[in-house]
């Protein structure tokens, strides 16, 4: 299997790095192929303007969306958003690993994203009708791959629990593993958290590697995150409302939206 991890901590030497060490020792022994997108070493340009879009003249507004889809269609992006793409086109599985800041990425991965998922590439695939909203949420280029978030958070598991005030982890990372890895396609695997990393001891490092190995040793098996599919049925078309009488008794919010 091959698989592609973007990294987003601006120091290898920090508990993200040893735990980055641990993913792809694991990996590595279990045969796989590794390849790491490490965006602070990478100097990752995080920001998209318009000389993303080589082929957008001097003087024509910009109009993201527009530019993105027709500079991806003639292979025009600009190198670094290429190359990104072609990993990800290679890889088997995508892991984004990441420390929790201000409740969710770090900038430089969200520039990743909003650069790398293009238009025509991530997001704008299929038709689009009333009858079809494209092929997004489990549909898409990245349908067939799997796709998991390694997160470090300075705060409690309990502060991130359906009743701590953080909000549950899940919720928050709803835009990232729904969004942004559910939406091109990826079969999303539950996200592995580590909770009140900042004052680490040995013991709980080696504890928590451990962990991290066991889900890396089991991801080709472990059961994704129940996701509804766009275009399985459960939506109301062209409203994308989920159907009456589909959700789980008392659920809410994001939780309507998946299927257990
Ligand atoms: P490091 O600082 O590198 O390490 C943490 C500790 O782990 C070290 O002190 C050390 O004791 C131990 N350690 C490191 N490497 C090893 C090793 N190889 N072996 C053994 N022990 C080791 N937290 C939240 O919960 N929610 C937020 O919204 C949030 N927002 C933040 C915003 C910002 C801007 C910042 C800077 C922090 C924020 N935090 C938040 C905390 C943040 O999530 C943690 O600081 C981060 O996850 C720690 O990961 P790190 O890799 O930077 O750890």
Known sequence: MNVLIVFAHPERQSLNGALLDVMISELEAQGHKVQISDLYAMQWKATVDRNDFPLLPPDERLKVAEASAQNFAAHQLTEDVQAEQEKLIWADTVILQFPLWWFGMPAILKGWVDRVYACGFAYGVGEHSNKRWGDRYGEGKMAGKRAMLVVTAGGWQEHYSQRGIN??????????????????????????????????????????????????????????????????????????????????????????????
């Not at 969004?179 to 013991?203: C, I, K, M």
């Not at 919010?253 to 257990?260: I, P, Q, S, T």
């Open 167 to 260: 909000g549950p982890i899940d919720d928050l990372l709803f835009p990232i593993t729904h969004g942004v890895l559910f939406y091109p396609g990826f079969t999303v695997l539950p996200s592995f958290v580590a909770y009140r990393v900042d004052r680490f001891n040995e013991q709980q490092f080696d504890a928590t590697a451990q962990e991290l190995r066991e889900r890396i040793k089991t991801i080709e098996s472990t059961a994704p995150i129940p996701y509804r599919k766009q275009n399985n049925g459960d939506y109301i078309i062209p409203e994308m409302e989920l159907k009456a009488g589909l959700e789980r008794p008392n659920a809410t919010g994001f939780a309507l939206h998946r299927k257990e």
